[in-house]
Each structure stands twice: as structure tokens, then as C-alpha cells.
């Protein structure tokens, strides 16, 4: 046959070699990835607004939630986080609650 065959003619034991270059360079790709593109990235749902554990948002709601501050100061905070993130955090229209 070829050069490549193996003894009785088969493909021989480099074909495995094959699928694991392919998983290497899918491995390779996705860290590269991870590591400079997706990084910080919190996703599309979240348009850009931090959500995490820490964000403004969470420490507002933790701190009206644990009474340090009452329902106006919350809204009204609340109101200058929608100015700054240019979108209406609290789910209706922009002339809701105040």
C-alpha cells in the first residue's frame, strides 16, 4: 500500500494522533478565549451592568433589605444607578415609582 500502512496494511497507531492534535487545538482556542475575549464579560442578559455579588445594585438592595436605609432613599438611589447605567433597573416604565 503506502507508507503510512503498518504492517498487515492498516491505518497503523498514528491515527490516534489525529483526534488528539484536534482536541489540543480545541483546547488551546478555548483558553485563549477565555483568558482575553470572554474575560469580564457578564453576558448578554446583563446589558452591561454589573450583577454580581458586589455590584451597586445588590449592595443597595442588602442595605434598604437590612433597614439601614427607608423605601425613598432606596428609590432615589436607585434612580441615580438607572442614570448612570442609561437603562430602568427596576423592570417597569421610566415613570414608575419615585
Same mark, same amino acid.
Not at 450583577?51 to 433597614?67: C, D, K, M, N, Y
Given at each position: 500500500?503506502?507508507?503510512? !500502512? ?16 484536534? /482536541? $489540543?487545538?480545541? !483546547?488551546? /482556542? ?11 464579560? +457578564? ?5 452591561? /451592568? ?14 434598604? $433589605? !437590612? ?11 436607585? +434612580? ?17 415609582? $419615585?
Amino acid at each position: 500500500m503506502g507508507e503510512l !500502512a503498518w504492517d498487515g496494511g492498516g491505518p497503523g497507531p498514528w491515527i490516534v494522533l489525529v483526534p488528539l492534535v484536534w /482536541v $489540543a487545538v480545541v !483546547a488551546t /482556542v478555548v483558553t485563549v478565549l477565555r483568558r482575553t475575549v470572554w474575560r469580564g464579560r +457578564s453576558g448578554p442578559w446583563q446589558a452591561g /451592568v454589573a450583577r454580581g455579588e458586589h455590584s451597586p445594585i445588590t449592595v443597595l438592595g442588602r442595605r434598604f $433589605a !437590612a433597614g439601614e436605609i427607608d423605601e425613598d432613599e432606596y428609590w432615589r438611589r436607585l +434612580s441615580v444607578l438607572d442614570e448612570q447605567f442609561g437603562r430602568d433597573l427596576r423592570g417597569g416604565g421610566k415613570g414608575g415609582a $419615585a
